[in-house]
């Protein structure tokens, strides 16, 4: 079992950068595949970035790419999204997730654990 808490999230205008983090409680956290999603209000959850055990292999949606970075400390057992040149579309839940298996998929279905999300609002 895995508990996932974000925090980060936060009301910013658009072309500013936020730091979201993401703290596992599991022990063996450098185990796990880590990814970012988001859900904006009336859409489904989609992707973000993903992130390999050991932070080598790395994985974006095409709508961040560039502007956002994800990386892990797994000797603080913490996800990151660091978040630049925000945009309003960037408004959304976001949410970290641990994937047992291996691979920096981009699925929802293909991750096991789930956070209750930050939120993120980014005005024009």
């Known amino acids: 079992q895995v508990q996932l808490v974000e925090s980060g999230g936060g009301l910013v205008q658009a072309g500013d950068s936020l730091r979201l983090s993401c703290v596992a409680s599991?022990?063996?956290?450098?185990?796990?595949?880590m990814g970012w999603f988001r859900q904006a209000p009336g859409k489904e959850r989609e992707f973000v970035a993903a992130?390999?055990?050991?932070?080598?292999?790395?994985n974006y949606a095409d709508s961040v790419k560039g502007r956002f970075t994800i990386s892990r400390d797994n000797a603080k057992n913490t996800l990151y999204l660091q978040m630049n040149s925000l945009k309003p579309e960037d408004t959304a839940v976001y949410y970290c997730?641990?994937?047992?298996?291996?691979?920096?998929?981009?699925?929802?279905?293909?991750?096991?654990?789930w956070g209750q999300g930050t939120q993120v609002t980014v005005s024009s």
């Open positions: 997730a641990a994937r047992i298996s291996t691979g920096v998929r981009s699925m929802p279905s293909e991750y096991r654990y």
């Open positions: 992130i390999s055990w050991s932070g080598s292999n790395t």
């Open positions: 599991a022990r063996t956290f450098s185990n796990y595949v």
